[in-house]
Nanobody, 127 residues
Framework: QVQLVESGGGLVQAGGSLRLSCAATGRAISRYTMGWFRQAPGKEREFVSCISYGGNVGGGGTYYAESVKGRFTISRDNAKNAVYLQMNSLKPEDTALYYC????????????????WGQGTQVTVSS
């Protein structure tokens, strides 16, 4: 059974940083694209970032939503079967429940192409 467990969320002041972690069991993430999504109250779930399996080979790589480019960095440690999201220069509008997800697609173009999801970790940024 595949499980994704997020951690690292919390309350931080605007301009601060957090590092989210996603630990996977039941699936070797080296073979999957891993992504981060977020959902704020009353809003739809939105894509934040993803990192393809295999690095930049075959058109894969790292991808970011425009709203987080230059502030967030996604990374993966296949040996630890984990993926991370370093979030810097946080803004109040980054407040949301952050989810980790995995996909068999090299560059999934919608959340529907992610097949396993974690329960989420709350990030709250105060102004």
């Amino acid at each position: 059974q595949v499980q994704l467990v997020e951690s690292g969320g919390g309350l931080v002041q605007a301009g601060g940083s957090l590092r989210l972690s996603c630990a996977a069991t039941g699936r070797a993430i080296s073979r999957y694209t891993m992504g981060w999504f977020r959902q704020a109250p009353g809003k739809e779930r939105e894509f934040v970032s993803c990192i393809s399996y295999g690095g930049n080979v075959g058109g894969g790589g790292t991808y970011y939503a425009e709203s987080v480019k230059g502030r967030f960095t996604i990374s993966r440690d296949n040996a630890k079967n984990a993926v991370y999201l370093q979030m810097n220069s946080l803004k109040p509008e980054d407040t949301a429940l952050y989810y980790c997800a995995s996909s068999i697609y090299l560059v999934p173009d919608s959340h529907e192409k992610f097949d396993y999801w974690g329960q989420g970790t709350q990030v709250t940024v105060s102004s």
